[in-house]
């Protein structure tokens, strides 16, 4: 167990919804990491945060965005969603560089 | 942009057999990671590795970081079924945050 919670494990929803991937970092750690990971795009790093503030930004489109609050967790807001968001969104977190623990995943499929 | 490539993508071994994954960067890196990823499961971390021709070991797996800082390896001693995954490295993407991740290697192993 990495101590790392993400929720929901699988979501089935349809092309042009909005769907929000909920993330809780292990008790301590400051940074939150999210990666989308697919079959043809291996692990892809979207967007770090640390302690509430974004560090930094990598593939991540504009229909994308994410967020960490106060108490550390994070969300990731995936809207008007396309066939090749299909995929595994994994967050980890960190108390310093590099993402240490990660969690289960959340796998998005859309129809 | 900078990329990280490994080799092979694939290699299938019979127990008891030696196993190595070679992971190459465009880029000189300032430091690396690598991560061991089972079936269904979620990337966990091994290891960093930061200096020059830093060696490392962990039981029966030996990690390398090239003297140029471009490259490194994972060698395995006498493979086990428990060694089945996929092993990937990962270096920061430029002066950010951003954590890139190789391409992977899938190493099956037969008993």
């Known amino acids: 167990d990495s101590g790392v919670t993400q929720t929901p494990k699988h979501l089935i929803t349809a092309t042009g919804q909005r769907v929000t991937l909920r993330c809780s970092p292990r008790s301590g750690d400051l940074s939150v990491y999210w990666y989308q990971q697919s079959l043809d795009q291996g692990l892809q790093f979207l967007i770090h945060?640390?302690?509430?503030?974004?560090?930094a930004k990598g593939n991540i489109l504009e229909r994308f965005s994410a967020q960490q609050f106060p108490d550390l967790h994070s969300e990731l807001n995936l809207s008007s969603l396309e066939l090749g968001d299909s995929a595994l969104y994994f967050c980890?977190?960190?108390?310093?560089?590099?993402?240490?623990?990660f969690g289960d995943g959340t796998r998005l499929s859309i129809l | 942009g900078q990329q990280v490539m490994q080799i092979p993508q694939y290699q299938h071994v019979q127990e008891g057999e030696d196993f190595t994954t070679y992971c190459n960067s465009s880029?000189?890196?300032?430091?690396i990671q690598w991560y061991k990823q089972r079936p269904g499961g979620h990337p966990v971390f091994l290891i960093q590795l930061v200096k020059s021709g830093e060696v490392k070991k962990q039981k029966r797996l030996t990690f390398q970081f090239g003297e140029a800082k471009k490259n490194s390896s994972l060698h395995i001693t006498a493979t086990q079924t428990t060694d089945v995954g996929t092993y990937f490295c990962a270096g920061p993407g430029g002066a950010t945050n951003k954590l890139i991740f190789g391409t992977g290697t899938l190493l099956a192993v037969q008993p």
């Open positions: 980890a977190s960190s108390a310093t560089r590099p993402p240490r623990h």
């Open positions: 880029t000189t890196l300032s430091n």
């Open positions: 945060y640390y302690n509430g503030e974004e560090r």
